[in-house]
C-alpha cells in the first residue's frame, strides 16, 4: 500500500513539473515575443532618432529619397521605390491599388496584376501625404510572400509620418529659393540664379554649350514714351517670343539685366542654338506695341565654335560681346560671335606701330597669324600651356595676342618664312603632347602695308574734298583722322578672303562687311580717335539705305569718307580686276550719284583729274 501510494504522489509530482515547465515556457515566449518587440520598438525609435538627426538637415527631394531607401533596405530588408504623382500619371496602374492612405498585399500573386512591375512576393503601398497634398507613393516589395508583419507595418508607418514632415519642409524650401531665383515680373530665373550656376559651374554647368543674350532695341524710347508700366507689357511681350521659342528645348532663360536676358542651351547642336536666337527675333519683331515697332538684337556664343575653352564666363561674355556688335551695326539682328571679333577685342592696339614703322622707315616686321583646330574642347590649364608653347617658338620680344577660339596673332620685329615658323611650331606641340590640336599658319604682313597705303590716299582725297567744301582747318582735320583710319579692321579680316580674286560667299561677304565695325572699335580704344568713330563706322553708309548697316542719316564726315573711298578702291589695282582710270571711275560713280551727297559728288566730278 505504501508502495503504491508512493508511485501515485511520484506521477503526480511529475505531472506537475511538467505543467509548470509549460507554463515556464509559454511565459518565456511570452517574455521573448515582448523583448523582441521591445527591441524592435527600440529600432524604431533609433532610426527615427537618425531619420530625425540626418533629414533635419535635408530640404531636398532627392536626397531624402534616396537615404530613405537606404534606411528602408538595410532596417527592414525591403526593397523599397518612391514614385511622384507625375511618374504614377504615367503608369497604367488601377486606381484601387491607390485610394488608401497604405495598402498591403501579402501575395502578390493572388491580386491577378502586375502592380509597380512586381507580379509575386509580398507589397505595401503607402501614400505620402501631408494636409491634403501628395508628395508621392512609398511602395515597399520582397520577394517572398508574408515577409511584412505587424511591426514592420508599424515602423513604416512611423517612418511615414516622420518623412512627410521633411517632404513638406523639402517643399517649403523649393518654394522659398524657386521664388528667391525667379524674377517678380517675367517668371524667368534671375542674376542669383545665374550667379549660383557660376559659382559652381564645373557641376552646374557642365552641359552648357551655348549663350544668347538678347536685349530689347530703343527700350527707353517706349519707357519714356510710354511709361514703366507699359515697358513692363513690353518686356513679357519678349518673354513669350523666349518661351514660345524654347519649349520643350533643354534651355534655362534667366533675367540678365532690365530688358536683357540670357539664355543657357545644353548640348544642342549649333544650328539649333542659332535657329532658337533668330526664330525669337523674328517673332518679337513681327510685334508691334500701340504705334511702335519692336525689335530685338541677339548675341550669340557657342562652346566649340566661338568659345573653344571650357571657361563659361568666357561663353557669356563673347555672347555679350557678339550683342554690342549687334546693337552697333544697326540692331533687330543676330551676330554670332566669332574668332576675328575676340582677337580684335584681345590684340593691343600697338599694331599700328608696326604700319607706322612700314611708313615712316621702310623697316619690314612680321605680323602673323595661327589659327588652331582642335577634336575636342581644351581647359583653361591646356590654354596657358598652348599659348606658353607658341611664345615658345617666336623671339622673346615679339607680341603674341590670342582669343578663347584658339586663335592667335603674333607682331614680329623679323619678317620670319612660315614653313621654318611652321615647323618650329609642329616639333613645339609635339614636345607638349598636344597631338589632338591641328594648325593653319598665315602671314598678313603685305596685306596690311596695302591696308596702310589706301588709307592714306583715301584720307588725301577726304582732306582735298572737305578743304573744298568749305569746312573749318580743325574739320578738315577729322576728317582726315577718320580717313586715315577707317580701313584698320580689315587687319583682323581673312587676308585669303580680302584678296579672294573671286565673287566672295555671302558669309564672307559678312566677314567683310564688319571691318567698319572692327575699325569702329578700334577708334573707341583710342584717345585720339573717340571723336571721329562714328565717321569711321558709318564709311560704307548710302543716302538710299543700300549701305553695310542700312543707315540714311549719315554724318557729313562719313558722307566725304564714302565718296573719297569709292573712288580710289576703283582707280587701284585689285586682285579680282585691273584698276579703271579716273575718267572710267567718275563714269561709274555716275551711275549710282543717288547714294551720294550731290555737292561732294559734284567736287570730286570738278577735281579728280588732280587728286
Known amino acids: 500500500m505504501y508502495t503504491n501510494e508512493g508511485k501515485v504522489n511520484i506521477g503526480s509530482s511529475i505531472e506537475q513539473i511538467m505543467d509548470l515547465l509549460m507554463k515556464m515556457n509559454s511565459e518565456y515566449a511570452n517574455l521573448t515575443s515582448k523583448v523582441q518587440s521591445l527591441e524592435n520598438r527600440l529600432a524604431a525609435v533609433s532610426v527615427l532618432i537618425d531619420i530625425n538627426e540626418y533629414m533635419g538637415n535635408i530640404l531636398s527631394f532627392s536626397d531624402i529619397i534616396s537615404y530613405l531607401?537606404?534606411?528602408?533596405?538595410?532596417?527592414?530588408?525591403?526593397?523599397?521605390?518612391?514614385?511622384?504623382?507625375?511618374?504614377?500619371?504615367?503608369?497604367?496602374?488601377?486606381?484601387?491599388?491607390?485610394?488608401?492612405?497604405?495598402l498591403y498585399l501579402p501575395?502578390?500573386?493572388?491580386?491577378?496584376?502586375?502592380?509597380?512591375?512586381?507580379?509575386?512576393?509580398?507589397?505595401?503601398?503607402?501614400n505620402l501625404s501631408k494636409r491634403g497634398h501628395i508628395y508621392g507613393y512609398l511602395v515597399i516589395h520582397h520577394e517572398r510572400p508574408d515577409m511584412i508583419d505587424n511591426d514592420k507595418k508599424e515602423l513604416l508607418q512611423l517612418i511615414k509620418s516622420q518623412i512627410c514632415i521633411y517632404f513638406?519642409?523639402?517643399?517649403?524650401?523649393?518654394?522659398?529659393?524657386?521664388?528667391?531665383?525667379?524674377?517678380?515680373?517675367?517668371?524667368?530665373?534671375?542674376?542669383?540664379?545665374?550667379s549660383q550656376l557660376l559659382d559652381d559651374w564645373k557641376n552646374k554647368m557642365s552641359d552648357i554649350n551655348g549663350a544668347i543674350i538678347l536685349d530689347i532695341d530703343n527700350f527707353k524710347l517706349i519707357n519714356d514714351r510710354y511709361g514703366h508700366l507699359n515697358g513692363d507689357k513690353v518686356i513679357n511681350m519678349l518673354v513669350k517670343a523666349i518661351k514660345d521659342s524654347i519649349e520643350n528645348l533643354p534651355v534655362l532663360a534667366i533675367r540678365y539685366g532690365g530688358e536683357e536676358f540670357l539664355l543657357l542651351t545644353k548640348n544642342m547642336e549649333n544650328t539649333d542654338i542659332l535657329n532658337v536666337a533668330e526664330n525669337i527675333r523674328k517673332e518679337?519683331?513681327?510685334?508691334?506695341?500701340?504705334?511702335?515697332?519692336?525689335?530685338?538684337?541677339?548675341?550669340?556664343?557657342?562652346?566649340?565654335?566661338?568659345?573653344?575653352?571650357t571657361d563659361h564666363m568666357e561663353l557669356i561674355r563673347t555672347a555679350d560681346s557678339a550683342l554690342y556688335i549687334a546693337k552697333k551695326i544697326g540692331k533687330n539682328t543676330v551676330v554670332l560671335s566669332d574668332e576675328d571679333s575676340q582677337l580684335f577685342e584681345n590684340v593691343s592696339f600697338d599694331i599700328t606701330k608696326y604700319l607706322s614703322k612700314y611708313n615712316r622707315f621702310n623697316t619690314v616686321g612680321g605680323i602673323y597669324r595661327i589659327n588652331f583646330s582642335s577634336t575636342r574642347l581644351i581647359s583653361n590649364e591646356e590654354y596657358s600651356r598652348l599659348r606658353r608653347c607658341i611664345a615658345s617658338c617666336f623671339r622673346e620680344y615679339d607680341n603674341i595676342?590670342?582669343?578663347?577660339?584658339?586663335?592667335?596673332?603674333?607682331?614680329?620685329?623679323?619678317?620670319?618664312p612660315l614653313e621654318l615658323m611652321r615647323e618650329k611650331i609642329k616639333k613645339a606641340l609635339?614636345?607638349?603632347k598636344?597631338?589632338?590640336?591641328?594648325?593653319?599658319?598665315?602671314?598678313?604682313?603685305?596685306?596690311?602695308?596695302?591696308?596702310?597705303?589706301?588709307?592714306?590716299?583715301?584720307?588725301?582725297?577726304?582732306?582735298?574734298?572737305?578743304?573744298?567744301?568749305?569746312?573749318?582747318?580743325?574739320?578738315?582735320?577729322?576728317?582726315?583722322?577718320a580717313a586715315a583710319n577707317h580701313d584698320v579692321g580689315k587687319l583682323y579680316i581673312d587676308p585669303g578672303i580680302l584678296n579672294k580674286p573671286g565673287k566672295l560667299t555671302p558669309e564672307e561677304f559678312k566677314k567683310v562687311k564688319m571691318h567698319a565695325f572692327y575699325s569702329y572699335q578700334y577708334a573707341q580704344s583710342r584717345e585720339n580717335l573717340k571723336e571721329v568713330s562714328d565717321y569711321i563706322l558709318y564709311h560704307h553708309e548710302y543716302l538710299d539705305g543700300s549701305g553695310y548697316f542700312k543707315k540714311t542719316d549719315i554724318p557729313l564726315f562719313s558722307q566725304i569718307i564714302v565718296v573719297a573711298d569709292i573712288f580710289d578702291a576703283l582707280t587701284e589695282n585689285?586682285?579680282?580686276?585691273?584698276?579703271?582710270?579716273?575718267?572710267?571711275?567718275?563714269?561709274?560713280?555716275?551711275?549710282?550719284?543717288?547714294?551720294?551727297?550731290?555737292?561732294?559728288?559734284?567736287?570730286?566730278?570738278?577735281m579728280h583729274i588732280y587728286i
Open 69 to 102: 531607401k537606404d534606411v528602408i533596405a538595410g532596417v527592414l530588408g525591403l526593397n523599397c521605390k518612391i514614385y511622384t504623382p507625375a511618374e504614377i500619371s504615367l503608369m497604367e496602374l488601377n486606381p484601387k491599388y491607390l485610394i488608401n492612405n497604405e
Open 107 to 126: 501575395d502578390v500573386k493572388e491580386a491577378g496584376d502586375e502592380i509597380f512591375g512586381y507580379s509575386s512576393g509580398c507589397l505595401g503601398i503607402l
Open 168 to 194: 513638406e519642409n523639402a517643399d517649403l524650401f523649393a518654394k522659398v529659393r524657386d521664388s528667391a531665383e525667379r524674377d517678380g515680373l517675367t517668371g524667368l530665373y534671375n542674376r542669383l540664379f545665374l
Open 284 to 309: 518679337f519683331n513681327s510685334l508691334n506695341f500701340q504705334e511702335s515697332s519692336l525689335s530685338v538684337s541677339v548675341g550669340v556664343s557657342i562652346l566649340g565654335q566661338s568659345c573653344k575653352v
Open 401 to 416: 595676342y590670342d582669343s578663347v577660339s584658339l586663335a592667335f596673332v603674333v607682331l614680329s620685329d623679323n619678317e620670319i
Open 430 to 432: 609635339a614636345r607638349a
Open 434 to 481: 598636344f597631338d589632338f590640336l591641328t594648325f593653319d599658319m598665315f602671314s598678313h604682313s603685305d596685306a596690311y602695308r596695302e591696308i596702310m597705303l589706301h588709307s592714306e590716299r583715301v584720307a588725301a582725297i577726304c582732306t582735298s574734298l572737305a578743304e573744298a567744301y568749305g569746312l573749318s582747318e580743325e574739320e578738315c582735320s577729322k576728317v582726315r583722322l
Open 574 to 606: 585689285r586682285c579680282y580686276r585691273k584698276a579703271f582710270t579716273r575718267k572710267e571711275a567718275i563714269e561709274i560713280m555716275e551711275k549710282e550719284h543717288y547714294k551720294f551727297d550731290k555737292k561732294i559728288f559734284e567736287l570730286l566730278k570738278q
